[in-house]
């Protein structure tokens, strides 16, 4: 119902700013976007083409993309302002140890082509060499908290989270992971799986059925494409042809081994299902042959004494895995891990080959600039610190008290909404009406910004400052197990163009990057930032 009312508004708005489009101010008239409008198309036969047309018509799904929207090209223009942020940093003298140190040698060293060319893959090779020498299972099960310290998922995946019974604490988690494709589905789902209709006449289950058989057919061309690509990879790194194609297809063996214990994700959407919290002695009871206690002693995190085994299945699957499994074809499976998670930050050819994955994964056809993948990779390593040079650019205080004023006006808009649905029980409206004041609101940045002075980046491989970045990220997150949760804490960096309501904690979060044209314009009339920024807000509440 708040959807439909949401839309209902938007429409009715709309339609005064075309008749009046010829009559508006010429400053006005771009707040409003005017251009958007195809008015060639009566809204009454299809208000998406006449609310939207002109934009589509103008705006062709760049080379470089699968998808595109105005989210993406307000984050180019983000990547715009933070790339000049760090090229200024890149030049200047700053204090080694500083944050202006560390944000300008990161971008200096993913933008120096000539180091990178000429390195290739050498700075992995004590990575390389560490697989290598894996001599038996114990060796293994070091190797893989290592891996997953500097950001491999090898395996499966292990971190912090809310304690679902007890919101106010963190605990550890074991997660199922260690795919190199997205999801399960990617590996299991067949044509010959698709539920045929029982009925000829049966549209709905026709519909169903051609949609599956497309995306079976689809995901069977991207897994001919995946094992070529792992192959190719294993030549880059020096393979013979012969032994890279049987080291992809070892590979394929393994992971669909990994795919079909996992637990689709739908099924993962109920958090009883992925609730599992065991003692030391409870997770080692559920796998026997793979020793959480020397794991949690590899990581560096001896203290932990208890994790929620989230996905149980999986686990045991990875258990018999472990010990059937050669270890030979574990290692084969470790070094394709490794090169997947920094081919990115490679030399050209790497770089390339991840590509044609991505490619046929996503319908990309043309690789972004190198500057806005390096800025995608300092956001993830040094994001904060970047993010407060952007905001005290980028979005000044006038900007936050308004953005707040049009927060609380929807807010209260949708306290009246809950006192008058007639589908509420008395009970879930006063539950309701209580959640919405107990709300937190949070907007453009942290009030507490996150301290890099642990993380030390040099001006030298770019993938050894990738790593560190990763190592960093990872201590810290494994670092919060057993503590308080931070209820400060955002998951989001300032500069993101996007918006979240996080259940867990009951706040709603907009960063600096989203609060921009067209979303938010302090020179926009009023209607416009409801109808853009108002939706947003209205959608995460």
Request: hydrophobic share 40%; with cysteine.
């Amino acid at each position: 119902m708040r959807y439909l009312k949401f839309l209902a508004i938007s429409a009715l708005c709309a339609l005064p700013l075309a008749a009046f489009a010829d009559q508006a101010p010429a400053a006005e008239a771009e707040a409003l976007h005017l251009d958007w409008l195809n008015k060639s198309v009566s809204p009454a036969d299809n208000f998406f083409e006449y609310a939207n047309g002109g934009w589509q018509k103008n705006n062709p799904i760049p080379a470089e993309y699968s998808r595109w929207g105005t989210f993406n090209v307000l984050q180019i223009q983000n990547q715009q302002i933070i790339k000049g942020i760090l090229e200024d940093a890149a030049k200047a003298k700053a204090r080694a140890g500083s944050t202006e140190q560390k944000v300008g040698d990161f971008y200096a060293s993913g933008m120096d082509t000539a180091a990178i060319e000429k390195t290739g893959a050498k700075p992995l090779a004590p990575e390389f060499k560490r697989i290598d020498g894996i001599k038996n299972l114990a060796g293994l099960q070091r190797e893989i908290a290592h891996l997953q310290l500097i950001g491999v998922d090898a395996m499966f995946g292990f971190g912090s989270m809310q304690d679902f019974k007890n919101s106010s604490k963190v605990i550890g988690a074991a997660f199922q992971g260690g795919l190199g494709l997205p999801d399960r589905d990617y590996y299991l789902k067949t044509v010959e799986a698709c539920k045929t209709p029982a009925r000829k006449n049966d549209k709905a289950a026709k519909s169903a059925y051609e949609s599956c058989v497309a995306q079976a057919r689809k995901f069977q061309k991207v897994r001919e494409a995946y094992v070529a690509h792992v192959g190719r990879m294993f030549e880059l790194l020096g393979d013979s042809k012969a032994e890279a194609a049987a080291e992809a297809k070892t590979v394929m063996s393994i992971e669909t081994g990994l795919a079909k214990a996992s637990m689709p994700k739908v099924e993962m959407r109920n958090p009883h299902a992925i609730y599992h919290v065991m003692t030391l002695e409870q997770l080692d009871e559920a796998t026997p042959n793979f020793s959480w206690q020397a794991y949690f002693a590899a990581l560096g995190h001896s203290e932990i004494k208890s994790a929620n085994l989230a996905t149980p299945d999986f686990f045991k699957q990875l258990n018999s895995d472990l010990k059937s499994v050669p270890l030979a074809d574990w290692k084969t499976y470790l070094r394709w891990h490794l090169i997947d998670a920094f081919a990115p930050y490679l030399s050209s050819a790497f770089v390339n080959e991840d590509f044609k994955l991505e490619s046929a994964i996503t319908g990309a056809k043309k690789l972004r600039p190198r500057w806005q993948r390096v800025v995608d990779a300092e956001d993830h390593a040094l994001g904060f610190a970047v993010g407060k040079i952007y905001v005290e650019k980028e979005f000044p205080p006038s900007s936050k008290r308004e953005v707040l004023a049009i927060l609380h006006n929807i807010r209260n808009a949708l306290k009246t909404d809950l006192k008058t649905l007639a589908w509420m029980t008395p009970a879930t409206r006063k539950a309701a009406i209580k959640k919405l004041s107990m709300m937190g609101e949070r907007i453009g940045y942290p009030d507490k910004w996150r301290d890099y002075s642990k993380l030390d980046i040099k001006r030298g491989p770019y993938v050894d400052n990738v790593v560190a970045g990763n190592v960093f990220l990872n201590q810290r997150d494994l670092n919060k197990i057993g503590k308080p949760v931070d209820k400060n804490e955002w998951y989001m960096t300032p500069q993101t163009v996007n918006a979240y309501y996080d259940p867990s904690m009951n706040n709603i979060n907009f960063p600096a990057g989203i609060l921009r044209p067209p979303f938010f314009d302090p020179n926009a009339p009023a209607a416009v930032n409801y109808g853009a920024l108002g939706f947003v807000m209205g959608h995460e509440m």
